[in-house]
């Protein structure tokens, strides 16, 4: 029988065939894994029961989601967005906190399901919501419902593309798109995937990318996220920010959320933001994750989520046979549309 999203797209569940095979190489969800259609996207099992509660889920107009694929810059966001509204004069010290818990990841219940990852171990997201739904089942969506009781202004976490939403998001609250050239995010996502317990991943880097670009790795395929999000960019609810960008320029890219979500912060305190979400300041702060979620060292001066930090990384990185197979999946994806992206050449 087919399974069929609220939003009326059907749901695969891929079969034990291909998990045994995938399972040598990548960490496994306990319900399986499934691909939502048309476009694919690749996930636990359990994402479905949350998509659907996601349909329905009570947006408030001053919400602002951060919409990412993974890698490309969602914690930086977060990070800014978060200080933006609660410290711009850095005399906050709740700034200190995990952002998990300041800023909670709306796709994030799927994932407790990993096989290797004990949910109940995921121990600060437990305490708050034992403690905010101490009648509530935690396999109903400890994130949602955290976010759900959430007062004052939300800073959300999301990695969900925009099909896999409320209908009408942008109509009822501010969703900003970060998005960064696919081959220095891959490399984040292989980087990511070797340490983190849910993903496990044992092959080398290009077998991480060859499973990407069949969209065999959990949220991709990078590709119709992207579109779809980019078809959207002239919302008036919609800012669309690239990684690079950031980089390049953080206080022009400040300005413009200082704008889109009506801060109206000052030079100064912009100043303060653009430092304390600094790479070195935000690795001087830890990472914002429960330590029992790596499966193995990292690299020295590495954090999970705060790495290298750079564009056109890939260049020291990606094998001439690599680059060539990675430039004709970009190629092929790029036809039916008019965004490019700063590969740092
Ligand atoms: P690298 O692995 O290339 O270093 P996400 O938050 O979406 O998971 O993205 C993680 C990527 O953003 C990592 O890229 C990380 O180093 C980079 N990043 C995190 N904080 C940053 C910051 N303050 N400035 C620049 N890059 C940052």
């Not at 942008?170 to 993903?199: E, G, W």
């Not at 590495?302 to 001439?320: A, C, I, L």
């Not at 060539?324 to 700063?342: G, L, P, Q, R, Y």
Request: proline share 5%; charged share 30%; hydrophobic share 35%.
């Amino acid at each position: 029988m087919t399974r069929r999203l609220l939003n009326g797209m059907e749901v695969v569940q891929m079969d034990e065939e291909w998990i045994e095979k995938a399972k040598k190489k990548h960490g496994m969800f306990k319900h399986g894994m499934v691909r939502i259609l048309p476009h694919g996207y690749f996930y636990g099992g359990r994402a479905p029961y949350f998509i659907d509660k996601i349909h329905t889920f009570k947006f408030r107009p001053d919400d602002v989601i951060i919409m990412t694929f993974p890698k490309c810059g969602t914690t930086w966001m977060q990070e800014i967005v978060w200080n933006m509204i609660y410290n711009p004069n850095l005399d906050n010290p709740q700034a200190k906190t995990s952002i998990f818990l300041r800023s909670p990841d709306m796709s994030q219940d799927m994932q407790f399901d990993g096989e290797e990852v004990d949910n109940m171990e995921v121990s600060e997201f437990e305490a708050l919501f034992r403690k905010i739904a101490p009648d509530k089942d935690p396999e109903e969506g400890m994130l949602l419902e955290i976010l759900d009781k959430m007062e004052g202004r939300r800073v959300i976490k999301n990695h969900y593309p925009l099909c896999l939403m409320t209908p009408g998001l942008l109509d009822k609250t501010k969703v900003i798109y970060v998005i960064r050239n696919p081959k220095d995010a891959l490399i984040s996502y292989y980087h990511f995937a070797r340490v983190m317990k849910l993903f496990r991943f044992s092959g080398t880097l290009e077998e991480f990318i060859d499973d990407c670009l069949k969209g065999e790795v959990v949220f991709m395929p990078f590709w119709p996220h992207v579109k779809e999000a980019w078809s959207q960019r002239h919302h008036p609810n919609m800012l669309f920010v690239f990684y690079e960008d950031m980089k390049a320029d953080i206080m022009k890219e400040l300005r413009s959320i200082n704008t889109f979500i009506g801060t109206n912060l000052t030079e100064q305190q912009l100043e303060n933001v653009a430092k304390f979400t600094s790479l070195s300041a935000m690795k001087s702060r830890g990472d914002p994750i429960d330590k029992r979620n790596y499966k193995t060292e990292l690299m020295e001066g590495d954090t999970v989520y705060m790495r290298k930090g750079q564009v056109g990384d890939w260049k020291n990185v990606f094998s001439p046979e690599l680059d060539a197979k990675v430039n004709k999946w970009i190629e092929e994806n790029s036809k039916d549309t008019d965004i490019t992206f700063n590969y740092g050449n």
